[in-house]
């Protein structure tokens, strides 16, 4: 069975096959802004010549998913026969929620995972999780106090302060640990998709996941206990 790794972020989406190299693509709609109101869903934004006559229509609000619609076109986009050409019946799928998600969001994200896209299996997890993750896969000697930087929405548009906020609090730590130390990944807008491409490849991955079936049988539930977020 394939595995695709999709850290749905708020402005962009990293998405690829476990056995594949990650795409960086834009979660959201472009909408033109003249008279003729043309539409251009995630990477179709690379065919205009212009797009200062465009506004984003975001499916995230706040840091959570609150517009289905936009999100479900963005999905429909990569999951069809233009982008990644997506088997539902021979595929599972990790996908990244935040920290403290609300319950009818999550509710959504599993009808629409496993009843509109009939993917065979699926696990939730958020990806400070899976930056965690995929820093002690490849640091396994490094168990100290950790604080990771990711980057989010800093990474481009304040980097100053976002270095400046991780040295204070590495400063903090260090008065409580001794062994910490700083680390800015290269590409730090992948390193939740690495970390799920990594959890893809563990051993007990068929174990942490709900498989459609169990989803069929148990609904909502069988997630929450699976996922424990």
């Known amino acids: 069975m394939a595995t695709l790794v999709l850290d749905n972020g708020a402005y962009t989406?990293?998405?690829?096959?476990?056995q594949e190299k990650v795409s960086v693509i834009p979660n959201c709609q472009f909408r033109s802004k003249t008279s003729r109101l043309k539409t251009f869903t995630a990477n179709q934004l690379d065919?205009?010549?212009?797009?200062?006559?465009?506004?984003?229509?975001?499916?995230?609000?706040?840091g959570y998913?609150?517009?289905?619609?936009?999100?479900?076109?963005v999905w429909d986009h990569l999951f069809g026969k233009e982008m990644f050409k997506v088997d539902f019946a021979d595929t599972s799928v990790v996908i990244t929620e935040p920290y403290f998600n609300f319950t009818s969001i999550q509710e959504s994200m599993n009808e629409i995972l496993f009843e509109e896209y009939q993917f065979q299996s699926a696990l939730r997890i958020n990806a400070g999780s899976l930056s965690a993750h995929h820093y002690f896969h490849t640091n396994p000697s490094e168990l100290c106090c950790m604080v990771v930087d990711t980057g989010f929405s800093f990474t481009h548009i304040?980097?100053?302060c976002r270095r400046r906020k991780m040295k204070e609090s590495i400063r903090r730590l260090e008065d409580?640990?001794?062994?910490?130390?700083?680390q800015y990944h290269q590409h730090p807008v992948c390193y939740a998709w690495e970390g799920g491409k990594l959890l893809a490849h563990n051993p007990d991955y068929d174990e942490m996941v709900v498989m459609r079936e169990d989803y069929e049988e148990n609904g909502h539930c069988i997630c929450e206990e699976k996922f424990d977020i």
């Open 13 to 18: 989406a990293k998405i690829g096959y476990n």
């Open 47 to 62: 065919e205009i010549k212009d797009p200062s006559g465009l506004f984003y229509i975001l499916p995230f609000q706040k």
């Open 158 to 160: 304040a980097p100053y």
């Open 176 to 182: 409580v640990t001794p062994q910490t130390r700083q």
């Open 65 to 73: 998913l609150v517009n289905w619609d936009v999100q479900r076109k």
